[in-house]
């Protein structure tokens, strides 16, 4: 039999100081801290090809695309993760080491990951009023489910087919995917 040892439970503060001085990343859940697995050339290829087309659009104007490297906090510092692609339209949502009010998330999909991106990551990220557009994009398959907050304030939710386009509008800023933008070169 194993020996039992008390799970250990961070505050706001102790993960930022945590996570400041390791080689990777860690995302923070009410308490608990939790180390990222790396990524494959795949999600990579998809990560960078959905931030290129927002940069492309976003060149000139006050928002800030961001990949997995920044922080989103929320809830007050109960949680930290590191969405795949962030698109940020507040000027005032200043801080340099994460972000609070994202219009825009892309999380990328792994068989490891599909279950906190879509259960876990989408009840925190939907209660966010900034938020605007949550995409999960799969990276075994070309397969994009995106959801999309309406003028009454309901999430909408649909798969992107074919040559269908997705607007992408927050704020002065406006956008558009499609399957060939965020699948271009990877190879499935």
Known sequence: MGVLKKQLIFNETAFLAFDETMAIRHEFVDGYIYAMAG??????????????????????????????DMKFRAENGRFYYYPDVMLVCNQTDDNQFY??????????QSQSTAIIDRREKWLTYSKVPSLRYYLLVDSL???????????????QTAFLEGDEKLDIECENYHAVLDLNAIYEDVTL
């Open 39 to 68: 990524a494959s050339e795949p999600h990579n290829r998809i990560t960078m090809n959905i931030g290129f087309h927002l940069r492309a659009s976003a060149r000139g104007s006050h928002c800030g695309v961001f990949l997995s």
């Open 99 to 108: 972000k609070e009010q994202p219009c825009f998330i892309a999380e990328v």
């Open 141 to 155: 398959e070309k397969s994009v489910e995106y959801f999309v907050r309406d003028s009454q304030d309901e999430w």
